[in-house]
């Protein structure tokens, strides 16, 4: 599989090439079949039943694998599919786990009720701090190995079906063609927002891996092209504070899905509180969005924000 150097040039070009398709399609067609003509048993032309592949969804594999500069990529139906799919295919019961603590809330749900029943232990750290992952390492913690974990997942897809429509492989494959458009334009709005919110009085702090003052901003620096467009702050306040905030909010949406937590304790581990705010900035105009907050923070406190 050839690639490019670029990522947006990956995502255009690798896993679209019209001469796969004999009637060189520029885009991949939807293919709707659950299983294929074989011309002998047991040897099918490309793929035998749908969760073994299909070719719609081959075609975005092999672009999210040259994104990723990866040999292989698996597809799912959901992110929760995906986590309790590698779980099934390389976990047994009696194992240990070692996750960061700020993980996913579904995956934070799925281990306290769902692995807890097949007593696989989990130990959450800060994994800011390498140190404390290698202290909670126990004789029981399981490895993954990077060879072997394309076909043991493989494995486990074939045996589970936990596989994306061919509609939602289309889907992604197109919108994967203009991704590195529109991140740049989430990370330029998001730091728009993130200089607005650590210069406002009404703000405690401001928590976003682009600022100089995020403690692990040189490391992003690093190992990323951009900071993303996820914002974290925490407003001067309360919890009523917070909900006010909310309540006068215009041009945004209240949702779950980012951090899901049982207890007040889980949020204690985790770093969180009842002020802390978690924006996903959409790439729309990046003059708009301070504003968009300043006349929120002046109907709720009825002062001037910087």
């Not at 914002?231 to 209240?254: E, P, Q, W, Y």
Request: glycine share 6%.
């Amino acid at each position: 599989m050839s690639t490019w150097p670029h990522f947006g040039t990956n995502a255009i070009h690798v896993g679209q090439d019209p001469e796969q398709w004999n009637c060189k399609a520029i885009v991949p067609p939807i293919f709707t079949c659950t299983t294929y003509k074989q011309d002998e048993p047991g040897k099918p032309p490309m793929h035998d039943y749908i969760r073994d592949g299909n070719p719609t969804r081959t075609a975005l594999e092999k672009s999210l694998a040259a994104c990723e500069g990866a040999q292989y990529a698996h597809t799912f139906s959901s992110g929760m599919s995906a986590v309790s799919t590698v779980m099934q295919a390389l976990l047994k019961s009696g194992d240990h786990i070692v996750s960061v603590n700020d993980v996913y809330g579904g995956v934070n749900r799925f281990f306290r009720k769902i692995a807890s029943n097949f007593n696989i232990s989990v130990t959450l750290v800060d994994a800011t701090d390498t140190s404390n992952v290698l202290n909670a390492i126990k004789d029981n913690t399981k490895y993954i190995l990077v060879y072997s974990l394309y076909t043991l997942v493989f494995s486990c897809i074939l045996a589970v079906g936990a596989i994306p429509s061919p509609f939602d492989c289309y889907l992604a494959n197109r919108g994967l063609r203009t991704l590195h458009v529109r991140m740049r334009a989430h990370a330029e709005n998001a730091m728009t927002v993130a200089k607005y919110l650590e210069s406002s009085p009404l703000v405690e702090n401001t928590i976003y891996p682009g600022l100089p003052s995020h403690p692990q901003h040189e490391l992003a620096k690093k190992q990323a092209k951009g900071f993303g467009g996820m914002v974290s702050f925490r407003i001067k306040g309360d919890s009523s504070t917070a909900k006010a905030f909310f309540k006068h909010l215009k041009n945004g949406f209240i949702l779950e899905g980012l951090l899901l937590w049982k207890s007040n304790l889980d949020k204690h581990f985790a770093g969180l509180d009842d002020c802390m705010i978690c924006f996903s900035i959409i790439h729309g105009s990046n003059y708009s969005l301070p504003k968009m907050i300043c006349r929120t923070c002046k109907k709720r406190f009825h002062s001037s924000c910087l």
